[in-house]
């Protein structure tokens, strides 16, 4: 059976022997880089299953060790680790490539799970994916994990922003309540403090509509979720 293996990408040294541990116990090899430029070359050299990304870094920040990771593998999972709870932080790093975040302090369990699901999902895509879809002017090409402009402007998506569009594209017209995409795209449980359908949809309006601020294709609909009027 194959083991699937995680890059840690922590400087804190306490910290990132305690990651280290929980998930060899979980079962996985951990790859552990501590800072930004030793997390992109074994990021290249390894080809990580997965990798857990501290945002403060001594050299090179969070986000920018994203965005390099991503120019050279737009796929592997990336589940961004910070210490900071500002709505903002984390919309910046979901922005950077980052498929997930975490906020310290945090539950081991809440952790593991989390990875799982990204496993989970990133497995998929090996799996025969729909062909490419029209929506709001735009083409969504799943295979490819790209949106397509009118003007042929090529945009890339995150795995889970092709998931979540393809679960509101199903159910166009109808609410769909944000337990479940929770449920559907992340096979996360849903929690109060959790924010992840919110920032992915903030995304998701940034890239397909004329005006984010004013949506007209992804709604809210308030006290359940949100609904796709294509």
């Known amino acids: 059976?194959?083991?699937?293996?995680?890059?840690?990408?922590e400087d804190d040294p306490a910290l990132g022997m305690g990651l280290q541990g929980l998930l060899e116990f979980e079962g996985f090899e951990v790859l552990h880089a501590k800072t930004g430029e030793a997390a992109i070359e074994l990021a290249?050299?390894?080809a990580p299953a997965c990798i857990i990304?501290?945002?403060m870094l001594p050299d090179v920040n969070g986000y920018q060790v994203c965005e390099r990771i991503r120019r050279s593998d737009a796929h592997v999972p990336i589940l961004?680790?910070?210490?900071r709870s500002q709505e903002t932080d984390k919309i910046r790093g979901l922005d950077a490539g980052a498929d997930d975040y975490v906020t310290k302090p945090f539950s081991n369990g809440e952790l593991v799970a989390r990875?799982?699901?990204l496993l989970r999902?990133?497995?998929?895509?090996?799996?025969?994916?729909e062909q490419p879809f029209e929506?709001?002017?735009?083409?969504?090409d799943p295979a490819k994990q790209i949106l397509v402009r009118e003007g042929g402007e090529e945009e890339q998506l995150s795995f889970y922003e092709v998931e979540l569009l393809k679960l509101l594209f199903a159910r166009q017209g109808q609410p769909v309540s944000r337990d479940d995409i929770l449920d559907q795209v992340w096979g996360l449980e849903a929690t109060p403090s959790n924010r992840t359908v919110d920032n992915f949809i903030v995304k998701l309006r940034k890239k397909l509509e004329p005006v984010p601020e004013k949506p007209r294709h992804i709604l809210t609909v308030y006290g359940v979720g949100y609904k796709l009027v294509p």
């Open 121 to 129: 999902r990133a497995s998929r895509s090996a799996a025969p994916v």
């Open 80 to 83: 961004m680790l910070t210490a």
């Open 1 to 9: 059976m194959d083991v699937d293996t995680i890059l840690i990408v």
């Open 115 to 117: 990875i799982r699901a």
């Open 135 to 140: 929506l709001a002017g735009c083409t969504i």
């Open 53 to 55: 990304l501290d945002l």
């Open 44 to 46: 290249e050299a390894e």
